[in-house]
Every structure is written in C-alpha cells, then in structure tokens.
C-alpha cells in the first residue's frame, strides 16, 4: 500500500516536531512549513492526501492554504488548528471546502480518527470512481461484441437514444443480452454516474413484485414490520430496467403505467404520492402484439413504454459474429487467448442456438473446462454437438420403385444448399468425407 502524505503547518516549530513524531508512527509520510508561504510552496511541488495547518498565521494564513490545496488538487483534505474556535470561523472554512476543524488544545486521538475518516472516504471515492468506469468500459459500444450489420443497426439506435430521458422497450428472443444493451444505454447517457436497477417482472409473484416496484409502509401486510422504498425510489436519477414486462399481471400493469406516465409511486398501505425522476428501460421475449390480443397486457402500457423499441437478432442471424464472441468468451473463461481446431469452430457456425449468445457463452465455459490446456475440439463440445439425425431403420418402397440415383441427387443437393455452397460442411451434414462427396458429385454429374 502506498504511503499516504500529510503536511502539516503551524509557526509554532514545538507543534510541528510533535505532531511529526505523532503521525509518522502511524506510518504516515509527513512533511512540515512554518508559515503559510513554506506550505503554499510546498503544495505547488507535491500533492498531499492530507493537509492540518493552523488558522491564524502571520502573512498567509489557514484559509489561503486551503484556497491554495482545493486549487492543486480538489480531494485533498484540509484539517484547520485554531486556538480561537468559533461558529463563524468555522462555517467559513467549510465554505472554502475544509473537512473539519480541531480546538487547541486537542488530543491527539482526535486528530489521528478525523485522518482515518478522510482517508477512508478518499478510498471508497477512488474504488467508486474505478467501479464507474469499468462499468462504463463494459457496457460501452466499444466492448459490446459483434460486427455484423444488424448489430450495426442496435448500435447506432443505442447511440442515438442514451442522451434522451425516452422509455426503451427492448425486445428479443431469451440469452440475446437485452440487459446487456439497458446496461449500455444508461452508460453512455447522462444518468451514468446514477443508480441501475434491476428487476425480474417474471421471476416474482404479483404482491412481491408490487411491493419491491413501489415500495410500503409499515403494517401494510403480514410481515411488513417497518417502511420499505420502491426500486423506483431507489433508482432515483437513474435507470429501472423491468425485465421481461410481458410475464407482469394486468393489474400491476395498470399500477405501472400510472407510475411512468405521472413519474410519481404511492407506497402499498400509503396514500401519499412520491415523485419519482428515474429512466425507464423495459424488456421482453414475449410477442406483445399477440398479448394484446388476448388481454394478457394492457395496450395502453404497451403505448407507453413503446416510445423507442430496439429490437436484438437471435444469434441465428448473426452467425458471422459468432467467432469474435467465441475469442472474446474464452478470453473471458481462461483469461487469454486459447486455441479452437477449426472442426470445432465449424460446429459452432452450424448450430442453431436456441439459447442464443448466453447458450454460447455456457458452451465455451465448459469447452475450456474438458480441454485443459490442449486446444478445444469437437470432443470437448456438449453433446447436443454430436447428435446426428438418423433416418428411418424401415421405410416402404412403393410397388412402381423408386430411382435410388435420383434421391442420392436430391440430398446431395439439398446438403449443398443448407451448406450455402460450402463443400465441407455438405460432407458433414451427409456424414462423408470432402473427397466422398466430390466422387458422388462427379459420378451423379
């Protein structure tokens, strides 16, 4: 751990030895000014985490050494000594942006927890701002992963609405990462330094997902032992990512729309009305549309939350981004790069994924696992990747025959196509080598 660097100024030379020797038994590094100039100068050369000085000195004083440390650096903490403690002296240090102050005479301990306090605050500052912006660096379009030109087209929608305050919907099949893209939208627009909060519409019943949305007051229910906020209070400022909306009842729906469309909450078993000033960002799997036409989710709601949907591609459609999400899982799993056999590769390029790029990323993880330090290979894939579709054992042939030459054309032709004209995976899809299937196609002209 870094030495942390205190100054400490005082023209009492007596008190400048002795909180030197009481501070740097602590392990702290500490440097020393008699004057106000000697510290002004010594701020200019280095920065200190923190700074104690004395309020009344001759020429500059306290004051224009903390005016001089909030120039240099505005986290570094200042410390006022004064034997002359009053409620004006004080409110204005504080003004000027001191932590805090200390009466002389003051014990020692005093001062060592009011310099633990400040560098444990500068400490959760600094993790904030790095958890900040690593997540602005993961969520960001930079690091979102796919090239392909349907991507291209979420991009640029994801650009074009982060800055607004507009209500997204979000839609697409299970595992194609729609909180990915919410978590990129509240990024890369001016909520960013805000909360993000998410909840799951489908994974809890209608009271519990009526209580955790908005909130409630205590005794509203059995178990209700003290006052509770809503995820909308808590996400003041930020974002609310609902989840899979689509699976929410009909009667939380009508409790939601109120809330988006009047941005206020009134908390279960309360009657007063909270304002609340949080983004919206829904998502669903489900065909909305359809739901309507059932009466399974309310029209108006839909309306309100459809302001600007974004629509993510199965990664069916995508395939030609399958590779790159293949490097970046396995960067991911085994923290650099590592070798896939090109037969592997090729499986993965054919598959259907039904579970889409979350289905792909559990693959990869267990991929890594079966290979160790060898390459991946088709043996290391799940078995769903060795399953081949047999044909009937038994079948009638009718009484006219039939033309075996002509349905061996058939199939060959129908693997070339599936193939999109890629001769080595027709091979694998009829289960024969490459030079097989060159010899049929020449034979069957």
């Known amino acids: 751990m870094t030495e942390k660097s205190i100054l400490v100024v005082d023209d009492e030379a007596k008190m400048c030895v002795l909180l ?7 392990g702290y590094a500490v440097t020393t000014a008699n004057s106000g100039t000697a510290a002004i100068n010594a701020i200019l050369m ?14 500059a004083d306290g004051l224009a050494v903390l005016d001089a440390a909030k120039k240099r650096d505005a986290s570094t903490e200042v410390v006022l000594m004064t034997a002359y403690a009053s409620a004006a002296t004080a409110v204005e240090a504080m003004k000027k942006g001191a932590y805090d102050y200390v009466t002389k005479p003051f014990e ?3 001062l060592k927890i009011k310099i633990k306090n400040i560098l444990k605050k500068n400490s959760l500052e600094k993790e904030n701002t790095a958890l900040r912006r690593e997540l602005k660096e993961r969520y960001s379009l930079n690091n979102m992963v796919g090239k392909s030109g349907v991507m291209q087209e979420v991009y640029k929608l994801v650009e074009k ?5 507009a209500t997204v919907l979000i839609r697409g099949e299970s595992g194609t990462g729609k909180e990915l893209v919410a978590q990129a939208i509240h990024q890369l627009g001016p909520r960013a330094n805000k909360p993000f909060v998410t909840i799951n ?3 809890l019943p209608e009271t519990l997902l009526e209580s955790e949305l908005f909130g409630y ?6 178990g209700a032992d003290k006052r509770k906020s809503g995820l909308f209070e808590t996400a003041e400022g930020g974002t609310i990512f609902l989840d899979e909306i689509g699976e929410m009842t009909t009667t939380t729906q009508v409790k939601l729309l109120r809330a ?12 007063a009305p909270i304002t609340i000033h949080a983004r919206t960002i829904a998502a669903t799997n489900r065909d909305l549309e359809e739901a309507i036409k059932s009466g399974t989710f309310r029209e108006d709601l839909y309306y309100r939350i459809n302001v600007f949907p974004i629509h993510l591609p199965p990664l069916r459609k995508r395939r030609e981004d399958i590779p790159e999400l293949v490097e970046h899982f396995i960067r991911k799993f085994a923290g650099k790069d590592h070798p896939i056999e090109p037969l592997a590769m090729e499986q993965l390029m054919l598959y259907s994924w039904p579970g889409n790029v979350r289905e792909l990323e559990n693959v990869i993880e267990r991929s890594l696992i079966m290979a160790g330090s060898r390459p991946i290979s088709m043996e290391d894939l799940p078995p769903q990747f060795h399953v081949r579709t047999k044909l009937p054992t038994q079948f009638d042939i009718p009484e006219s025959g039939i033309n075996l030459e002509e349905m061996e054309k058939k199939l060959v032709h129908r693997a070339i196509e599936k193939a999109k004209g890629n001769k080595s995976k027709a091979a694998k899809l009829l289960g024969i080598t490459r030079r097989k299937l060159y010899s049929m196609l020449e034979r069957l002209g």
């Open 161 to 165: 609405v982060a800055p607004s305050d």
């Open 20 to 26: 030197k020797a009481a501070l740097e038994g602590d």
């Open 201 to 203: 519409c489908a994974a």
């Open 46 to 59: 280095q920065r200190f985490d923190v700074i104690i000085t004395d309020l009344r000195m001759d020429g």
């Open 108 to 110: 020692m301990d005093e």
């Open 260 to 271: 988006i469309q009047n941005r206020q909450v009134t908390h279960l078993g309360g009657t």
């Open 217 to 222: 007051e205590k005794g509203a229910f059995t």
